[in-house]
C-alpha cells in the first residue's frame, strides 16, 4: 500500500520492464502494461530521481541533483552511485 | 522478439546525452579528447539496464526495445523542430525538412498521443521528458560541431553559394554534422583477442611509455598520451554498462519464477561477467562481445551504417572449437544468430527527418558481409556462413542486410544457398564483385601501402560502399588463425553528399537558376548553349563550381568534427590508430583516402542528355527554348505532390499543349537498352565523373573518389527536380540506384541492361548500384535458381559491380500500399537496404512499384 502512495503509474515500479515509450513488460505478471497505466499491489518503487534524497523539484518536469545539477523527476537512476532514497517518502526504502 | 518488435514503436530516450553532457558540463577546460571520453564513459555508465524475457544476447542503445538519443554535441538545430534554429537551418543544409515524406505506419511515431509527443518526425518522447531534452539541447548552442562549423565555413569563399547550393537541394546534406562517421565496417578485433581488460592494459603501459615523448613527430607524438587516456577511459565506461546489465541479469534471475528463463538471466549474467574484462572463450561470448563494441561504437557518434564486416569469418574459430567440443549444434547455433539479427534490427538512429527519412528511408545498414578470399586467395566461405544466410531466412529481419562478396572460387552450394536467400523475397543478400571491389581497393588505396593480399580483406561498409579492410592473426584457447580484422579506414561515405545530378542540368539550362524557388543557384554562365559540346561543357562547368565550393565547407565540418568530437571508440578499434595511439580524425587509420562525391539521379542525367543531344542538337525536332517552355510547364501535367503519387505512370494530365514535345522526350533513346546512342553518353559522363573528383582533396590531403549509390535520395531529389528532357514529369521520383534503368525504360531484357550498365569501368568508382525487380514466377525451382544465379554471374563476369533484386510481385505491393495493416512484416530491397514496406515513405513506395518487373530472364 505504502508504495502505491508514492507509485503513480507502471512506468514508477521496479517491475516494469520500458519496452518503448508507451508500454512496457511487468515482470510479475509477464503481461504488457502501458506506461501510465495505475500500479497494482505488486508494484515496488524503482530508483529514480524523483524518490532521491538529493533531488529538489524546480517545476513539475525538472529538478536539481544535490542542489547543483539540473536533473528531472524521471530519470531512472539504478545506475547512479550516488542514489539513496528520500525520507520524505511515505514508505520503509529510505 | 520478432513480434514484440512489430508491436514496438521508436523511442527518444534523453538517458544518454543527458548523463553525456552533465559531465562535460563538469570539465570545462579540460583537454577535448579527455573531456569527450569522460562523457562517454559518464553515459555508459549510467545507461539503465534493460532485459527482454527470451533474449539470450542482451544490450540495446537505451532502455527502451527500439531506442535511439540525439547527440546535440554534433548537431541540435533540428531536435526540437521549432525556434529559429530550425528556421535557419532549413534555409541551409535542412532545406529537404520540408520536402521529405515520412512513413506513418510500422514503428514510426509521426504524431502526439496521449502523454508521447513526436520529435525529429518519427520518434516518440515522453511529454515528460520534453523539457529535459530541450535544456540539453540548449546548453549545446554554440558549442556543438554544426555550429562551430557554421561559424568557421562562412570564411570560405563564396560561401553564401553553398548556401544556395544546400536550399535550393542539388546538394542534400552536410556529413561533417550529421552522419560524421559510418558506411564503413567495423573491427572487433582487440576486444576479441585481448578483452577489455586487456585493452586497458595496453593503454596504460602505452601511457607510460609515451607520456612526455614526442616519438618521431612533434605533433602527434604528443598527443598520443591524451589519446591511450581517453580510450582507457572510455574502456572502463564500457566495462562498467556491461557489468550493469550483469547486474540487472542477476536480479531479474533472482526475482523469476519460471525455471528456464531463470536459467538464461542466469547464462545471460555469465556471458556478460566474464567479457565485461577477459577474452571470450566460446562462440556466444564472442558474438556477446562483439555486440557490445557494435553498440558502443554506435553511441560516440550520428553513425549510420555500421558493418560488421566478415562477422562469419571472424568468429569462425569460436565456432569451428564449440562445434568439434560438442558445445554448439546447428540448431543452437542458428538460435544466437537468430538473436543476433533482431539485436541488429532494433539499432534505431536520431536525426533530422531529411536525413533519417529522406536519405535513409529508416535504415540503418548493418551489412554482413559473405565469402570473398582469403588471405590467400582462396575461397573464405565456411559453414557458419551458411548458417547466418539461413538465419536470414528462418527470422526475416531488414537487418543485418547481407551481401556476398562474389568471387568465382566460391563453391556452387553456396552460390545456391544464397540464390534461395534471395527468393525469398528479403532482397538480401546484395552481390557485389569481389575483383572489382579489389581493383578500387588498389587504385585508391595503392598510394597507401595495400597491397593485393591487403585487398582480399575487403568488406562492405553501409549499404554497399567498398571498405578497406585488413587481416590479423587470432589466439583462441592455444590455437592460432588469420581472420579478417575488420575496416581499416575511416567512414567511407563522406565528403559531397549527395548531388542531385538532374537538377544541376537544371541550373545549365536556365542559367543557374533554380526553377521550383526562382532562386539564383550559380553565376549565369552566359552560354548560350548552341551546340551539344557546349551545353556538355557548361555542366561539367558547374559540376566542377559546385564539388569546389562543397568540398571546401566539408573540409572545414569534418575538421570541426575532429577537434571537438573526436572519435574515441571507433578509433580506438581500427588498425592502427591503438598501435600509434591517433585517432582516426588525426589520420590514425591504415588508410586515409575515405573522402568521396556521391551522386543521384545520374540515370536521369544521362537520358535527359541523351534526349537533348537527339531531339535538339542531332535531329532539330525541336529547339532548346521549346523545350525549356515545356519543362517550365511540366509537359502540360499536374505536379507529383497534386496527384499525391510520385510515379510517372500516376500523372495527370492538363493540357495537350506540350503533347508533342514530351512524346519526344519520352522517345529518344533510353539508358539500360544496349543502344550506343545513349550508352557513350553514360561513358563520357562517368569518365568525366571518375577523373574530375580525384582533382578535390579532403581534409586529409587525398583525392577523393566517386561513389554512385541513392539510398532514398531519389525520392526528395526528384522532389525538387522539375521536369526533365528525358520526359520525367514535376516532382516525381528520380531513377534509384545508379545503373538501374528509369521504370519501364529498359525494354530488351536485363542482358541488354546488363550491357548498358557495363559500357565503363566501374573499378573507376567506389561502388555503382543496380536494383533489378523479377517476378516470382521467373525463377521458380531449383532450376529458377539456377537461371538467377547465371543471372548474377553474367553481370559480374561483365564488370558490374553490384547488383540486387526485389522478387516480388507489384501486384501484391499495390495490395500493400492500399491495406498497410495486412503487411507489417512484409520486407523490400530499396537502393542499397531492406526494409520493412509499411516504413517507407510513399514516394519510394511508389519508385518500387514502377520499376521494370521481369517476368522471364532472356
Known sequence: MLAQVIVRRCADCEHFIPVDVFKGLCQVSKKTVLTDDPPCKDCTPAKKCKFCKHYSPRDEHLGMCKAKEITYPELATKTCEMFGWSSDLPTGRN | MRDLYFETKSSASVEFPYWY????????????????????????????????????????????????????????????????????????????????????????????????????????????????????????DGKSVEDLSLKYERMVPNYETKEAIMRSLVCMYDSGYTLPQGREVISYYHPLQSGIDGMIQYCHGQIERVAGDPGTDGVNGMDRLYFYRAAATVLEGIKT???????????????????????????????????????????????????????AVLAEDNFSGLAPGRLGQILYPWWKQDMESGLLDRKKTLELLECIRMKFTEIDLFGPKMVIEGIQSGSTFNNVSLGGLTREGESAANELEMLMIEAGMTCETPQPTMTILYDERLPEEYLLKAVECNKTGTGYPAWVNNNVAMEFLLKNYGPEGMTLDDARAVAIGGCLQTAACAWAELKLNGKKYVIPRGGAAPATDVGVHFLNLPKVLE???????????????????????????????????Y??????????????????????????????????????????????????????????????????????????????????????????????????????????????????????????????????????????????????????????????????????LSVSTHGPMGAVNIATPDGRLHGTTLADASVSAYPGTDLNGPYALFNSATCFDHSNSQCTQMNLKIHPSAIKGREGSRKLLELIRSYMRKGGFHIQFNIVDSNMLRDAQAHPEKYRDLLVRVAGFTHYWVELPKPIQDEIIARTEYEELT
Open chain 2, 21 to 140: 553532457t552533465r559531465r562535460w558540463n563538469q570539465l570545462e577546460g579540460e583537454i577535448p579528447i579527455i573531456r569527450r571520453a569522460e562523457a562517454l564513459r559518464h553515459a555508459f555508465s549510467h545507461l539503465t539496464p534493460t532485459i527482454f524475457p527470451g533474449e539470450l544476447l542482451v544490450m540495446g542503445r537505451t532502455l527502451y526495445l527500439r531506442g535511439s538519443y540525439p547527440m546535440p554535441w554534433v548537431s541540435q538545430s533540428f531536435i526540437l523542430e521549432t525556434g529559429k534554429r530550425y528556421e535557419e537551418a532549413k534555409q541551409r543544409g535542412l532545406a529537404g525538412e520540408d520536402v521529405v515524406k515520412v512513413a506513418k505506419g510500422g514503428g514510426n511515431v509521426t504524431q502526439a498521443i496521449g502523454n508521447v509527443i513526436s520529435v525529429a518526425g518519427k520518434f516518440g518522447l515522453r511529454k515528460e521528458e520534453y523539457p529535459i531534452l530541450k535544456e540539453v539541447t540548449t546548453s549545446w
Open chain 2, 507 to 541: 541550373l545549365v539550362l536556365f542559367d543557374g537558376l533554380d526553377q521550383r524557388t526562382g532562386q539564383r543557384v550559380l553565376p549565369s554562365h552566359g552560354s548560350k548553349l548552341e551546340t551539344y559540346g557546349e551545353l556538355w561543357e557548361t555542366y561539367k562547368k
Open chain 2, 241 to 295: 554498462w556491461v557489468l550493469n546489465y550483469a547486474s540487472e541479469a542477476r536480479r531479474l534471475a533472482s526475482t523469476e519464477t519460471d525455471l528456464d528463463q531463470k536459467n538464461e538471466y542466469e547464462e545471460i549474467a555469465s556471458t556478460l561477467e566474464w567479457v565485461s574484462s577477459k577474452q571470450p572463450r566460446i562462440f556466444r561470448e564472442a558474438l556477446q562481445l562483439a555486440w557490445v563494441f557494435h553498440l
Open chain 2, 543 to 708: 559540376f566542377r563550381e559546385v564539388v569546389g565550393i562543397l568540398i571546401r565547407c566539408n573540409n572545414v565540418q569534418h575538421d570541426v568534427w575532429r577537434k571537438v568530437t573526436p572519435s574515441v571508440v571507433n578509433s580506438m578499434l581500427k588498425p592502427d590508430c591503438l598501435e600509434k595511439g591517433m585517432q582516426i580524425g588525426m589520420m590514425g587509420s591504415r588508410y586515409n583516402a575515405n573522402f568521396s562525391v556521391n551522386i543521384c539521379g545520374g540515370i536521369n542525367l544521362v537520358n535527359s542528355l541523351t534526349s537533348l543531344k537527339f531531339n535538339v542538337y542531332d535531329n532539330k525536332k525541336i529547339t532548346l527554348e521549346e523545350l525549356k517552355e515545356a519543362l517550365r510547364h511540366n509537359f502540360g501535367f499536374k505536379k507529383a505532390e497534386e496527384v499525391g503519387s510520385y510515379s510517372l505512370m500516376d500523372q495527370v494530365r492538363l493540357s495537350h499543349s506540350w503533347d508533342r514535345v514530351h512524346h519526344l522526350c519520352m522517345n529518344a533513346p533510353k539508358y539500360g537498352n544496349d543502344e550506343p546512342y545513349a550508352d557513350d553518353i553514360l561513358r563520357e559522363w562517368e569518365e568525366f565523373y571518375c577523373s574530375v573528383v580525384r582533382e578535390y582533396k579532403s581534409l586529409f590531403a587525398k583525392p577523393l573518389y566517386a561513389l554512385q
